[in-house]
């Protein structure tokens, strides 16, 4: 998948990654690959200003802890991180419920 | 060499970012030890050492492109640390220079020569810039929390930082506008006072010191492209 067409969803993609549990910046990179199965394809370095951008909104706080002898930040979802993570949720399956609606008609037009 | 790749590429980073050392000294631990992380993760998937490095610095980015993403939020992450400043600040020197002026020189009225009324006016004005500034810096920081996904981070990290210009800029309007109309009125009232003037020496090193904050912060959000 494109970066580009990620970006405008790199947001919600790390609230629901960080939805239950408490995970650093490269763990929360392995999740959103293993989870697309490889396709989303974002440079994992703009992974790092996103979530500084979640915590500057209150969505999400983050501690440093020291992890197998490395200096580790670790991220969880905050009570408005959660807010935030159901109204992505609901905002996107009203989305794909829309689209869907026209793109997945099968080109009913075309046969009338 | 495999690990100069990683070492390069975060001394190449680090150089071409400006904020707080704090913040820029984390986000390079963070992006080393992502590094790290994803060298680790390719040498499980049966890569040699030089490879994973190289691999891993490949997919974290060109350097210049998260640098600038990396800006944008050590600007925004000033421009926040400068108007807490400001907020906290302008109130309070504002407050103990005026108890310290109300305890050693007392009213302007109650001076020996008369206090025009314009004078009274301009004290006024001078007075409220303070609260004013430090009002703008809160209101500005409230909604910088509200609007934080809303809005692209280089727009934040600018507003924030011409808030905080024109904030000091009206209080050092403001202080030296009371200074010229003092002189004005009466000259010798400059010096009437020791500890008075000593305070007010302490509050220009603290406006001058909060100018030079505001001008780094537009430094720092200026950088970004």
Same mark, same amino acid.
């Given at each position: 998948?494109?970066?580009?067409?990620?970006?405008?969803?790199?947001?919600?993609?790390?609230?629901?990654?960080?939805?239950?549990?408490?995970?650093?910046?490269?763990?929360?990179?392995?999740?959103?690959?293993?989870?697309?199965?490889?396709?989303?394809?974002?440079?994992?370095?703009?992974?790092?200003? *996103?979530? !500084?951008?979640?915590? $500057?909104?209150?969505?999400? @706080?983050? /501690?440093?802890?020291?992890? =197998? +002898?490395? #200096?580790?930040?670790?991220?969880?979802?905050?009570?408005?991180?959660?807010?935030?993570?159901? *109204?992505? !949720?609901?905002?996107? $399956?009203?989305?794909?419920? @829309?689209? /869907?609606?026209?793109?997945? =008609? +099968?080109? #009913?037009?075309?046969?009338? | 060499?495999?690990?100069?790749?990683?070492?390069?590429?975060?001394?190449?980073?680090?150089?071409?970012?400006?904020?707080?050392?704090?913040?820029?000294?984390?986000?390079?631990?963070?992006?080393?030890?992502?590094?790290?992380?994803?060298?680790?993760?390719?040498?499980?998937?049966?890569?040699?050492?030089?490879?994973?490095?190289?691999?891993?610095?490949?997919?974290?980015?060109?350097?210049?492109?998260?640098?600038?993403?990396?800006?944008?939020?050590?600007?925004?992450?000033?421009?926040?640390?400068?108007?807490?400043?400001?907020?906290?600040?302008?109130?309070?020197?504002?407050?103990?220079?005026?108890?310290?002026?109300?305890?050693?020189?007392?009213?302007?009225?109650?001076?020996?020569?008369?206090?025009?009324?314009?004078?009274?006016?301009?004290?006024?004005?001078?007075?409220?810039?303070?609260?004013?500034?430090?009002?703008?810096?809160?209101?500005?920081?409230?909604?910088?929390?509200?609007?934080?996904?809303?809005?692209?981070?280089?727009?934040?990290?600018?507003?924030?930082?011409?808030?905080?210009?024109?904030?000091?800029?009206?209080?050092?309007?403001?202080?030296?506008?009371?200074?010229?109309?003092?002189?004005?009125?009466?000259?010798?009232?400059?010096?009437?006072?020791?500890?008075?003037?000593?305070?007010?020496?302490?509050?220009?090193?603290?406006?001058?010191?909060?100018?030079?904050?505001?001008?780094?912060?537009?430094?720092?959000?200026?950088?970004?492209?």
């Amino acid at each position: 998948m494109k970066p580009d067409a990620l970006r405008g969803h790199l947001d919600a993609l790390l609230l629901a990654t960080l939805d239950g549990r408490q995970l650093h910046g490269y763990a929360i990179i392995e999740a959103l690959q293993q989870v697309s199965g490889g396709a989303l394809d974002l440079p994992t370095g703009t992974v790092y200003p *996103a979530l !500084r951008r979640l915590e $500057r909104a209150g969505h999400v @706080v983050s /501690d440093w802890s020291t992890v =197998g +002898g490395r #200096k580790r930040r670790t991220y969880r979802l905050t009570q408005a991180g959660q807010k935030a993570l159901h *109204a992505e !949720r609901s905002a996107w $399956r009203e989305f794909t419920t @829309v689209i /869907d609606g026209v793109l997945g =008609g +099968g080109g #009913k037009w075309a046969q009338t | 060499m495999g690990t100069d790749v990683i070492d390069r590429y975060v001394t190449d980073l680090g150089s071409r970012l400006q904020g707080s050392k704090k913040h820029v000294r984390d986000l390079l631990t963070e992006t080393r030890d992502s590094l790290e992380d994803a060298t680790e993760a390719h040498l499980d998937r049966g890569l040699s050492e030089d490879e994973a490095r190289t691999r891993a610095v490949e997919e974290f980015g060109p350097v210049k492109e998260i640098a600038n993403e990396y800006q944008a939020e050590l600007a925004v992450a000033y421009g926040t640390r400068t108007l807490v400043w400001l907020a906290i600040v302008l109130p309070l020197m504002h407050m103990a220079w005026e108890y310290g002026r109300m305890l050693l020189v007392g009213p302007w009225q109650d001076l020996g020569t008369p206090t025009p009324s314009w004078y009274l006016v301009v004290a006024k004005a001078n007075d409220m810039t303070s609260g004013a500034a430090s009002g703008v810096a809160l209101v500005a920081l409230v909604l910088g929390r509200i609007l934080a996904r809303k809005y692209d981070t280089k727009l934040l990290a600018k507003l924030a930082a011409s808030i905080a210009i024109l904030a000091v800029g009206a209080v050092l309007l403001g202080n030296v506008a009371i200074i010229a109309a003092t002189a004005h009125v009466d000259v010798a009232r400059l010096m009437q006072s020791l500890p008075m003037s000593i305070a007010s020496l302490i509050t220009w090193i603290v406006i001058i010191r909060l100018g030079l904050l505001a001008r780094r912060c537009l430094s720092c959000a200026t950088i970004v492209a």
